[in-house]
């Protein structure tokens, strides 16, 4: 061998050994793109969160607002869990465009959703819940909503599982009708519901960012479905003064600054 070739291949060996080689030009490993999948909140639309989209793109990130089972325009035309196909197909559309890891957010229902989702789906990078709501325990409380439920348990009873009927929901405090079939509607807010939020939390496997508002009354049990989560050195409760509403807008900087987190 010529000896500037074994000159050259011992430097580089000493190098190597003493762990200061540098990657060749173009070798440094690329950072992941993620791609946030966006879930609005019942009776609402992708609209609901246009402008907190704009923001994530515009720091860099991709980002996609699927019209979910819950909207104003389908609410209720499938049961909880099978609203994931649109969660699905929105993580298909994200990794088409680039994306190699996937976020899901979700505010109001689709926080709880987005929730429920991670609870069942390993690998995601992490599960945004802005002001998480509809806990089906809570939803009970009003009697209304009870004796809808009671009254969608003597369909099932009958045999009239999958017939329509339409039955009392709440929606930011305010009792909504909702004309769906007995058993989807319990999938949102019978006993057995998977929608039970402190229960999801607990089977996380990614890390949880919740953000709520001051004044949203829905988010009185919002401590305990953050403290059901797995330990997570990134998990972060973040507390922001706005209603229910008004909470995805006062959560920008939060949500860009976890996600930055991620990125790193």
Request: hydrophobic share 45%; net charge neutral.
């Amino acid at each position: 061998m010529p000896i500037l070739r074994k000159l050259g291949l011992a430097f580089g060996l000493c190098w190597l050994a003493f762990g200061l080689c540098r990657p060749a030009p173009g070798a440094a490993a690329q950072a992941e793109t993620l791609g946030v999948v966006m879930l609005h909140g019942k009776h609402g639309r992708p609209e609901q969160l246009a402008g907190l989209a704009a923001q994530i793109e515009a720091a860099g990130f991709l980002a996609e607002r699927p019209d979910m089972c819950w909207s104003a325009t389908r609410i209720y035309d499938r049961g909880y869990l099978d609203c994931f196909a649109d969660i699905d197909a929105a993580t298909a559309r994200l990794k088409s465009r680039g994306a190699t890891a996937i976020v899901v957010l979700g505010m109001s229902l689709g926080g709880n959703g987005a929730l429920g989702y991670g609870a069942r789906h390993a690998g995601l990078k992490g599960v945004i819940a802005l002001a998480p709501a509809s806990e089906p325990e809570f939803l009970r409380r009003r009697p209304d909503v009870e004796q809808s439920v009671q009254q969608a348990h003597a369909l099932v009873a009958a045999g009239k599982a999958d017939g329509t009927a339409t039955f009392t929901d709440l929606n930011n405090g305010r009792e909504i009708a909702v004309t769906t079939t007995p058993a989807i509607f319990l999938s949102f807010v019978g006993e057995d519901s998977p929608a039970a939020m402190p229960r999801n939390a607990a089977h996380l496997t990614a890390p949880l960012l919740m953000v709520s508002g001051t004044r949203d009354r829905s988010q009185r049990g919002a401590d305990a479905i953050f403290a059901a989560a797995p330990p997570d050195r990134r998990n972060r409760h973040v507390i922001v003064d706005a209603d229910h509403l008004g909470t995805p807008a006062a959560s920008t900087a939060a949500v860009l600054a976890w996600l930055r987190g991620l990125a790193d």
